[in-house]
């Protein structure tokens, strides 16, 4: 992944997949990610691309003592786009 990448984010409800955005990915603070909008843009909201990972479908809820509960798989919840 690179600054100037094209992106499309899935917008879900309850599960389903309900809409899509298209971004470009920017670095911010030395870290790859997207503004989700100008009012983002403008609070310095910046959303990683660390947080665009979701849990995969076949992933198992463990547990670590002294730690807490974590899951063992994730997925990117990102599609890249020609650029």
């Known amino acids: 992944m690179r600054v100037g990448n ?8 309850m599960g389903h997949v309900t809409g899509h955005n298209d971004f470009i990915v920017e ?3 030395y870290c790859l990610g997207i503004f ?9 909201r910046f959303t990683p691309l ?3 990972f979701e849990v995969a479908a076949d992933s198992e ?15 990117q919840y ?5 650029n």
């Open 78 to 82: 990102w599609m890249d786009l020609a």
């Open 6 to 13: 094209k992106i499309r984010v899935f917008e879900t409800m």
């Open 36 to 44: 989700e909008s100008r009012n983002h843009r403008l609070a310095s």
């Open 61 to 75: 809820r463990k547990y670590i003592s002294n730690f807490g509960e974590y899951n063992t798989k994730y997925v």
């Open 50 to 52: 660390c947080d665009l």
């Open 27 to 29: 670095e911010f603070r």
